[in-house]
């Protein structure tokens, strides 16, 4: 893969700096008797059959693995259909400078509540295959995905993900944590959810790189009308060395809404 692609890029080095990251995130958002992309607590479904729909605009599509894809604004737009723990998704970007798609993603998830649960926090896991497409560069990969999610007041995910092979794309992993600390208040009569957000990514030759990626500070908020919610996030990006060709540091965000019924 050329050095210039947007997907191009000591196993106790690589523990240590997950490790530090994993710690700083707990330090700044624990509070006083404590119990993750991405993920705050949602309500127990009150029928096993449901139907979601999402659009948002962003200044920037920036995916977990660091680099910024498109040369600007985009619309990204995602619908779901879900039943008994199964999700099917499709998920489209459209660069609004390249007047076309930057990025497409689909594929089946499904979700297992794990027998471990106490009064202040349960642990999900996920697992989900998916394919994803970047039409601009020709690259076309099946992706593997596990999440463990540890849901509390202050919630942690981790993902592993595994790239196949395929075109000029070998191989690789990546895993991406990210700790939520989802704060509700009431605006308007209505619920609202802020969420202080810290992730991180580190990358196993994932589209061509490897290394630390990214410490990303984020807030996002969801102001819920029913089924319908509308939402806002910034972030700011610290890259590392092996993405920074691909992306400086510095912010991005976005407004959108979602319906789920």
Known sequence: MPNNHPCYGGIM???????????CAMLVLMPDGFSQSNREIQPEPKYSFGFGFSDQVVTKYVPKIGSQLGDGFANQSMVHLSYAGFKLFGWGNWGIPETGFTGIVYGLQYKLKLPVKSERIKIDNMVAINKYIFPSYDLDNWVADYFISIIGQVQTTFQYSHVFSGGTVEHGDRIYGIVNYPVRYTFLSQTSIITPSISSTYNWDFYGKTGLAHLTFGLKNK???????????????????????????????????????
């Open 223 to 261: 102001l819920i009308i029913g089924r319908f919610s509308l939402n806002t996030f910034v972030n700011y990006q610290h890259s590392f060395e092996s993405i920074k060709l691909f992306l400086e540091s510095g912010f991005y965000g976005g407004l959108g809404f979602a319906l789920v019924f």
């Open 13 to 23: 080095a690589i523990k240590t700096n997950l490790i530090i990251i994993a710690s």
